[in-house]
């Protein structure tokens, strides 16, 4: 079946240019999340959501960073006035419900910052 | 500080002999603990999970255990194949608030198999 699709894939940008990356999770998953692999870094945890309201947005390092979530399915990670060091692998993964650990993630979308 | 974090950076093991993934962490309270596999260009695959009331889980061809005492996380491989080279982590949960999906994850691990 259909895994949690991002997109896109690969974003080259420039600094202080805002960039959108968008996530579709396996229908029927509730639970959504946000995550940052910075070149050679385990992941960090920026949002969750569960439906469409995010519950724990403790993750996200600044106000340029915004998510939402609509019909309780697309979600979109959006960045603002983008720095050098937001240049990173977003990954997106969603899963049942918020008792489990075990998440199911895309492929990510790179994003690199010039 | 707090951290979850493992022993060594690169593992290499010849192909069928098994391996051991090792992970340290700190915070007591951690209660979930759970393993990821991420091969290059993907993102992280679930691989086992475990939580604080067992020492010890299994599944196909792998073995997690939990040392609370020394807190202390392994990832036993039994026949190591090709396909198992990746790079492996460790997270752990300890959001009070029941969302366990929201890990910190380990620097990883990466594994070698030599044919």
């Known amino acids: ?42 992941l960090e945890f920026l949002i969750y959501f569960q439906g469409n309201s995010a519950p724990d947005k403790s993750g996200l390092p600044s106000d340029r960073f915004s998510a939402e979530r609509t019909g309780g399915s697309v979600s979109t990670l ?23 650990g075990e998440l199911f993630f895309g492929e990510g979308s790179r994003l690199t910052v010039l | 500080g707090e951290s979850v974090g493992l022993h060594l950076p690169t593992l290499s093991v010849q192909e069928g002999d098994n391996s051991i993934i090792n992970c340290a962490y700190s915070n007591s309270a951690s209660d979930y603990f759970i ?53 492996y982590f460790c997270a752990e949960n300890r959001d009070g608030s029941g969302n366990t999906g929201k890990l910190i994850f380990g620097q990883g691990t990466t594994l070698q198999v030599k044919p």
Not at chain 1, 78 to 100: G, H, M, N
Request: aromatic share 8%; proline share 3%; charged share 20%.
């Open chain 1, 1 to 42: 079946g259909a895994g949690v699709s991002q997109s896109p894939s690969n974003k080259v940008t420039e600094k202080g240019k805002d960039v959108e990356l968008r996530c579709d999770p396996i229908s029927g998953h509730t639970a959504l999340y946000w995550y940052r692999q910075s070149l050679g870094q385990g």
């Open chain 2, 35 to 87: 393993w990821y596999k991420q091969e290059s260009g993907k993102g992280p695959q679930f691989i086992i999970d475990i939580r604080s009331n067992m020492d010890k889980r299994q599944g196909q061809r792998v073995t997690v255990l939990l040392n609370k005492t020394v807190k202390h996380l392994s990832l036993q491989i039994a026949a190591t194949q090709p396909g198992d080279s990746a790079v």
């Open chain 1, 78 to 100: 959006t960045i603002q006035r983008t720095q050098q060091e937001d240049s990173a692998v977003y990954l997106c993964a969603s899963t049942y419900d918020r008792f489990t």
